[in-house]
């Protein structure tokens, strides 16, 4: 699985203005979350500013390396052992990319196009494969 050189580039347009929100970002990727899925939420132990610090730091981390996404497979993996010790279901990886999706589509409103939205979800399958291999994966952290 791979990425396009033009998904590439609409990602990295596109999350320059996210990036310029990127609190409010967060704060309405988790709001879509648990409305979504309302039982992922007692998952979530720590204090929720941080938790979307955190998760804006990921997905700025994922943008920056699209190029060589390769260097985020480890962590990606590990990312999915974590999950995996706190009992999320590979089936909720779904419910978060519909979330982020939605998130992406609210951020950038009237600039977001299918092709945006196409990208953003092709490389969201690209991180949730890596994620669900650590998941699925029996060894230890």
Same mark, same amino acid.
């Given at each position: 699985?791979?990425?396009?050189?033009?998904?590439?580039?609409?990602?990295?347009?596109s999350f320059i203005?996210?990036?310029?929100?990127?609190?409010?970002?967060?704060?309405?990727?988790?709001?879509? !979350?648990?409305?979504?899925?309302?039982?992922?939420?007692?998952?979530?132990?720590?204090?929720?500013?941080? %938790?979307?610090?955190?998760?804006?730091?990921? %997905?700025?981390?994922?943008?920056?390396? %699209?190029?060589?996404?390769?260097?985020?497979?480890?962590?990606?993996?590990?990312?999915?052992?974590?999950?995996?010790? !706190?009992?999320?279901?590979?089936?909720?990886?779904?419910?978060?990319?519909?979330?982020?999706?939605?998130?992406?589509?609210?951020?950038?409103?009237?600039?977001?196009?299918?092709?945006? %939205?196409?990208?953003?979800?092709?490389?969201?399958?690209?991180?949730?494969?890596?994620?669900?291999?650590? !998941?699925?994966?029996?060894?230890?952290?």
């Open positions: 699985m791979s990425i396009s050189e033009n998904d590439k580039a609409l990602i990295k347009e203005l996210i990036d310029q929100n990127s609190t409010v970002f967060s704060r309405h990727f988790y709001d879509c !979350l648990f409305t979504l899925e309302p039982m992922v939420k007692p998952l979530f132990k720590a204090e929720r500013n941080l %938790i979307e610090k955190h998760f804006i730091t990921l %997905i700025t981390l994922c943008v920056k390396k %699209i190029d060589n996404f390769s260097e985020m497979n480890d962590q990606l993996f590990k990312l999915g052992q974590a999950h995996r010790y !706190l009992k999320v279901k590979e089936s909720q990886l779904a419910i978060v990319r519909k979330a982020l999706v939605l998130s992406i589509e609210y951020e950038l409103r009237s600039k977001c196009t299918p092709s945006i %939205i196409n990208a953003w979800s092709n490389y969201i399958d690209l991180i949730s494969a890596q994620m669900i291999a650590g !998941l699925n994966s029996e060894a230890a952290l």
